[in-house]
Nanobody
Framework: QAQLVESGGGLVQAGGSLRLSCEVS????????MGWFRQAPGKEREFVAT????????RYADSVEGRFTISRDNSKNTLYLQMNSLEPEDTAIYYC???????????????WGQGTQVTVSS
């Protein structure tokens, strides 16, 4: 079973940037569709972005479109999320996930990381 480990979270001021990473081990990374999700306190987990096994196919939530960029490096078994122009509303725990299809539905993803906290101060 593959394992996913996120890193790169932290505290940043509004308007700042962060890059999250998700390293995958124990599986065939290039065969997975990958996604980023987030969960704020008291809210349900929500879709952020997804990328197919083919790196050029991506999809974003409306709330992050134009500010966030998802990418993957299959040679490094690593998924990324570049987050620019961060807003306080982006504060959440961010999770990466692996699954068979590049979709927005969390339940489709079979393997999840433990999450990394992102806090955006105003």
């Amino acid at each position: 079973q593959a394992q996913l480990v996120e890193s790169g979270g932290g505290l940043v001021q509004a308007g700042g940037s962060l890059r999250l990473s998700c390293e995958v081990s124990g599986g065939t990374f290039s065969s997975y569709a990958m996604g980023w999700f987030r969960q704020a306190p008291g809210k349900e987990r929500e879709f952020v972005a997804t990328i197919a096994w083919s790196p050029g196919v991506t999809r974003y939530a409306d709330s992050v479109e134009g500010r966030f960029t998802i990418s993957r490096d299959n040679s490094k078994n690593t998924l990324y999320l570049q987050m620019n122009s961060l807003e306080p509303e982006d504060t959440a725990i961010y999770y990466c996930a692996a699954g068979p299809r590049s979709v927005v539905t969390p339940k489709t993803y079979l393997i999840w990381g433990q999450g990394t906290q992102v806090t955006v101060s105003s």
